[in-house]
């Protein structure tokens, strides 16, 4: 499996972290999958790249039959304590564990971006059926926010050629061959609690931070909580906000 470096490191050394850091999804998503993507019961959805299972909560919703498939030991390993009998397979979005025309849904959250490639939508589009639909869902943070563009700073120097959602790269593959035109909404989201959990975790859970050796780690979060400490939205608070909108494509598979 092809798995990018700071995926395959930086996802394996800070899985905790990123069940802590990282925000749920809001509750308009669950009417998405049902509508978009027209999951319910009866029907079979891969998450794929399903990383420690954020995204399972939101799909078990739809009563939909739910196969995980994720690259990363120890994200799987998070992904299956969290959802004791989930069904749970180590694999990449080149190669899918399952048979031809299988699932009647794929759902990427938070992973397209790291595997777009048309190797990645070949197999995608081996594994659903006809008529199936493929969804692409990300939580973004808002950085018309000053704070939350400070953070951005604060990361962008270490983030090199790193795949990432918001250099909008992943889009170049759409149009896209036996798939029809992508879809998309949006809705708000925010994640509340501890500045530490929701802004100094959610920095830490970066792949490209969390691949950092400790010593460079400890000087980002020192960053961090230094901005936070500047903020007058934030210092001295006990729980504070931190604003995201939720990304939502979708596409079917067509031919």
């Known amino acids: 499996m092809s798995i990018h470096r700071a995926a395959a490191t930086g996802f394996a050394k800070g899985a905790a972290t990123y069940v802590k850091g990282r925000p749920d999804y809001p509750p308009e998503v669950e009417d998405w999958l049902r509508s978009a993507l027209a999951l319910r019961k009866g029907k079979t959805v891969l998450d794929l790249g399903a990383g420690t299972g954020k995204f399972i909560p939101s799909l078990r919703t739809t009563d939909a039959a739910i ?29 899918i564990p399952l048979a031809d ?8 959250a938070q992973s397209f971006h790291w595997f777009a490639r048309r190797e ?11 008529g199936g639909v493929l969804g692409l869902i990300w939580n973004v943070r808002d950085e018309s926010v000053g704070w939350v563009a400070a953070l951005t700073e604060i ?6 050629n790193t795949p990432r959602h918001h250099t909008q790269d992943w889009r170049r593959l759409f149009p ?16 509340r609690g501890p500045p530490e959990q929701v802004i100094v975790d959610r920095v830490l859970s970066i792949s490209v931070i969390a691949a950092l050796p400790i010593e460079q780690q400890a000087l980002v979060a020192s960053q961090v909580r230094d901005l936070i400490a500047r903020s007058p939205e934030l210092a001295s608070s006990s729980v504070v906000t931190f604003p995201y909108y939720t990304a939502a494509f979708s596409c079917g598979r067509i031919g």
């Open 67 to 95: 196969i995980a498939v994720e690259p990363v030991p120890a994200m799987l390993a998070q992904l299956v304590e969290r959802n004791p009998g989930i069904t749970a397979k180590e694999g990449s979005a080149e190669h």
């Open 176 to 191: 896209a061959d036996g798939f029809s035109p992508l879809m998309e909404r949006r809705f708000p989201n925010a994640h």
């Open 120 to 130: 990645a939508l070949a197999e995608i589009h081996r594994v659903l059926k006809p």
């Open 101 to 108: 025309a299988s699932v009647d849904a794929v759902v990427c």
């Open 155 to 160: 990361m962008r120097p270490y983030e090199g």
